[in-house]
């Protein structure tokens, strides 16, 4: 049994909630705290991965990553390699497709902060960088944790977006939804079903951690 | 130096309309019914809250001015600000509280000292009682060596005891602090054992005359009665 479609998913899951959480909590952050004019108009973009189908966000993906595309013309220049059929570009892929799942759980867990202690933190000196640092992350750790398992959960079951961007290289871009796919399109029912075995036991793991945080949560 | 307010502002029944003035070393009561724009008004010196018009000074320095478009952040006011009930950080100990804006320790170990908080220290606010929460957020307020003080009903949470000894306290302290000070309260009581000065706010505008219906501490009127403007 190969299971470097497995490893692979878990890698890219892991890459990508990591840069994920450091691009959506300060995005989170402002759009609770900061409301900046047309903040409707960032949030309905931000939730456009929730509604769109996976092939037609992979394919406005494609069109801007691909070589003639704004993102993919920037790779190429700055690093003289194209973006798509990448690990780099399914990373890519798989947050821009993830920010929702970031957002939408963070904007929930600081908007539940108590105002005052950002305001304290306000008369005391601080910036609001600084309060974002100092006060809002400290103080919402279990929220930042549920959303990075939403994260990584959600990045361990994309397959369309990830289609469309890398393809299916293996060891590079095949990861085990992509796997699968082409061991039950080739008839290899037992790889089909190691491979769904373990990503069922790693997906109700993860499934059971959001759980049990959860309540942690409410009990605290 | 002289904290001097000129403050208007628009709220959902009324205008807050009010002048007011306090020199370092004394402390300005404001007190009035509930809904009267007391704690808007102290939120608006903080920063925390933008009025339509008029301009705040603290001596020289400039805090706002809505005909220069001037309006210092919260950060750049330099001020000590204690909540009704304190809002002190629960992720940190009582010490970092304290020292979120100080980092002199021998000025927090004193300032935790003098207010017999010392020994709790190493535990979070979740794990010491209320009284000893608020004498933690006055150590904060006070460890950033503020240029003004406000209190916005800071003993109203407090059991009788705790509030007359941390009362008694604060008048202590007080004498040491060389800065305007002004206190949010309900209590004439407390307005007249701590004020200076006594200010009546009654739906936005300064109604000293609200005063008058509670005369029930002759010390009450007799402050009222010398009230500089």
């Not at chain 1, 900061?34 to 939730?47: A, D, I, L, Q, T």
């Not at chain 1, 220049?77 to 194209?82: D, E, F, K, S």
């Amino acid at each position: 049994m190969d299971y470097t479609p497995l490893l692979l998913s878990l890698q890219l899951a892991a890459v990508t909630t990591f840069f994920l959480l450091i691009f959506a909590a300060p995005l989170a952050y402002i759009l609770v705290f900061h409301p900046m004019r047309g903040v409707s108009f960032v949030e309905s973009f931000v939730g456009l991965p929730l509604v769109l189908p996976p092939t037609v966000f992979g394919f406005f993906l494609l069109i801007l990553m691909g070589p003639e595309g704004v993102i993919g013309r920037l790779h190429q220049t700055a690093l003289g390699t194209p973006l798509i059929f990448t690990f780099g570009g399914i990373v890519i892929a798989a947050m821009l497709h993830g920010i929702p799942y970031a957002v939408q759980p963070l904007k929930t867990t600081f908007s539940k902060l108590d105002r005052r202690l950002l305001e304290s933190a306000a008369v005391l000196g601080c910036s609001r960088t600084s309060s974002f640092f100092r006060v809002v992350l400290p103080n919402s750790l279990p929220g930042i944790a549920s959303a990075a398992i939403l994260c990584f959960a959600h990045t361990m079951g994309e397959f369309g977006v990830i289609l469309m961007i890398g393809g299916s290289i293996p060891g590079e871009t095949r990861v085990a939804s992509i796997a699968v796919y082409e061991y039950v399109e080739a008839m290899r029912y037992k790889e089909a079903w190691q491979l769904s075995i373990a990503m069922l036991v790693v997906s109700y793991l993860i499934l059971l951690a959001v759980n049990l945080l959860e309540r942690k949560n409410h009990a605290a | 130096m002289l904290l001097k307010a000129n403050i208007r502002k628009s709220l959902e029944h009324f205008t807050l309309d009010i002048q007011l003035s306090c020199p370092a070393g004394k402390l300005l009561c404001l007190t009035g019914p509930s809904g009267s724009g007391k704690t808007t008004l102290i939120r608006i010196l903080a920063g925390l809250e933008s009025p339509d018009s008029g301009s705040i000074h603290l001596g020289p320095k400039l805090l706002y001015d809505s005909e220069h478009k001037c309006n210092l952040p919260p950060r750049k006011r330099k001020l000590g600000y204690v909540f009704q009930e304190a809002s002190l950080f629960p992720h940190l100990r009582i010490y970092d509280n304290v020292a979120f804006a100080c980092e002199i320790p021998s000025k927090v170990d004193a300032l935790l000292s003098l207010l017999g908080i010392a020994h709790l220290s190493d535990k979070t606010p979740a794990h010491i009682s209320g009284g000893e929460r608020q004498r933690a957020a006055f150590a904060q307020a006070l460890a950033s060596n503020p240029d003004f003080l406000l209190l916005d009903e800071p003993f109203s949470a407090l059991d009788i005891k705790t509030r007359q000894s941390l009362q008694q306290q604060f008048l202590e302290i007080k004498e040491e602090l060389q800065i305007p000070i002004i206190l949010v309260t309900h209590d004439l009581r407390e307005a007249a054992l701590l004020a200076d000065q006594i200010v009546a706010i009654e739906d936005g505008k300064r109604n000293d005359k609200w005063l008058d219906h509670f005369q029930t501490s002759s010390a009450i009127t007799t402050l009222a009665k010398t009230l500089p403007f």
